[in-house]
């Protein structure tokens, strides 16, 4: 008999309000170990308030949230954080630009943001170079993180957000700001991080099907703080779900793992 695996995320009727506005509408959702999940849905749909709970940054107002076996609410947050890698632009806006792209790395098994007087042992330095190289960024080692291009800051990132070996990495629009060749760079690097079975399970966050790295299992799609669709990959990213989540006709084409969308134009 197969073990049942562990629930990363479990929510459970989660919802998020503020004053008037309903964020996130009692959302259902369940990662497991080892799923890879893309959250898709247009602009203000919920998808960054849907991180920042899955991160333990915000408590749901009503609904429970299941984190790694933990309960929001129930639980110390600053224990649990530091088992979650988040790469956001709230937090690459907290790097200090004058901090060397290898201590950007490194100062994460220690949760801070910015090197001051830790102490790091050769495991640590070794396991920064391992992923800076595993991210294909090991050549800005000695650079400095305000030197960086867009591109090059969102690989560092990356590999910043899985030195304290997280069981769960959140990657809110890791693509948001790259040109095409960097945006490519990123999905082929994901990719490769999705098809590792030592990977922890991943959530990321985008508005593009494009942006979907092959090896990506889950995919969940928001509209207005409600779930559209979400479930396996294959059944979930269909033009009729999208066209429903964007709110406008759109054809799909999936090719080689990947998918590409547009707005299906008018028929005479
Ligand atoms: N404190 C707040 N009070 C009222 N509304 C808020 C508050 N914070 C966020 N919102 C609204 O909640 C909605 C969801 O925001 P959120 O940032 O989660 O969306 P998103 O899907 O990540 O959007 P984007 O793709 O544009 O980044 C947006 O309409 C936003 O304006």
Do not use: C
């Amino acid at each position: 008999m197969n073990t049942p695996r562990a629930a990363v995320l479990d929510f459970a009727d989660v919802t998020v309000r503020r004053g008037e506005a309903t964020l996130l509408d009692s959302i259902n959702w369940r990662v497991d170990e080892g799923d890879r999940w893309v959250v898709l849905g247009p602009n203000g749909a919920g998808k960054t308030t849907l991180l920042q709970v899955a991160s333990a940054q915000i408590h749901p107002t009503t609904g429970v949230a299941g984190i790694l076996d933990e309960v929001l609410g129930a639980v110390d947050v600053f224990e649990l954080r530091p088992r979650i890698g988040l790469t956001s632009v709230a937090l690459a806006e907290r790097i200090p630009r004058a901090e060397r792209v290898h201590d950007v790395v490194v100062s994460a098994s220690y949760g801070v943001v910015g090197r001051w007087r830790e102490e790091y042992d050769a495991l640590d330095h070794d396991r920064a170079s391992d992923l800076l190289t595993e991210v294909g960024a090991v050549h800005l080692v000695d650079r400095t993180f305000g030197t960086l291009s867009e591109g090059e800051r969102k690989r560092v990132q990356v590999a910043r957000a899985l030195m304290a070996d997280p069981e769960l990495l959140l990657l809110d629009e890791p693509a948001a700001g790259l040109d095409l060749g960097g945006r490519e760079d990123l999905v082929s690097t994901l990719s490769v991080l999705a098809a590792d079975p030592g990977s922890p399970a991943t959530v990321l966050v985008s508005h593009h099907v494009e942006e979907i790295p092959p090896g990506f299992t889950h995919a969940l799609l928001l509209r207005k703080g409600k779930v559209v669709a979400a479930g396996p990959i294959s059944t979930v990213i269909t033009a009729h779900n999208l066209s429903a989540t964007f709110g406008m006709p759109l054809v799909l084409h999936h090719e080689d793992g990947r998918w590409t969308a547009r707005r299906r134009t008018r028929q005479r």
